[in-house]
């Protein structure tokens, strides 16, 4: 009688792995949509100040929080001057007392060039339940050709370092390249529930008319997904 060890009881069928695989394609955005579905972001007010209304520099209050954006247009340039890129400052204040336009206890701000001539929208989530939060920025150029900037924004915590708190960026604006086929603009950007879904129309050869891209931003993880409602 043999006592060799049978090594076939270890192979495992390459059917099986790709059926796992393609499982795991298919639930982890499932999940995703799920767990987003479970959050709720608390309401935004926009603060308008009638005396000064620039469109560009814009404020909201949500709880003890108050968010500034401020878009610094680009300045085109000519023969004798370079041009001037854009820039976007962003601020995170936390207020002494909820409701009240008090002073600011804490503000952490952060800037970063953005290639926009206007505010396009400005898109309020609180993607991680802790009632401060993310900010998503579209900006936009006067030719609506021209590809469009989107930048993200999140105060996160750092307790070992001197700064307990700071403001990190995501960039929203590639698109992976295994749904970009068929991309040539028109995006729209929209807060779906407590979603952030990215949807654009298909030009591509072979695609019937009114074929839709529509993708979620995975903010776990930090890119776009399939939108796993859309066929």
Known sequence: ?????????????????????????????????????????????????????????????????????????????????????????????QMGTEGEADLPEKSYT?????????????????????????LVVWGD?????ETHSVVGFDLVQTPETEIPWEVTTFDLSRIPGHLAAGYAGGDLIERQSELLVRRFPVQAEGAPEGTEMSMIWDFRLGYWRKDPRSK
């Open 141 to 145: 150029r006067s030719e609506p050709q």
């Open 1 to 93: 009688m043999s006592t060799s060890p049978d090594d076939s009881r270890l192979a495992v069928p390459g059917y099986t792995i790709l059926i796992l695989f393609l499982t795991l394609a298919i639930l982890i955005p499932l999940v995703s949509y799920r767990m987003a579905q479970s959050l709720v972001t608390p309401p935004v007010t926009e603060l308008i100040d009638a005396a000064n209304p620039d469109p560009n520099l814009r404020s909201w209050r949500s709880g003890i929080w108050k968010y500034t954006v401020n878009l610094t247009p680009r300045i085109a340039g000519t023969a004798e001057t370079p041009e001037i890129p854009g820039a976007l400052s962003v601020t995170f204040a």
């Open 110 to 134: 952060i800037a970063v060039d953005f290639d926009a001539d206007r505010l396009r929208d400005v898109i309020f989530l609180d993607s991680d339940g802790d009632g401060c939060h993310n």
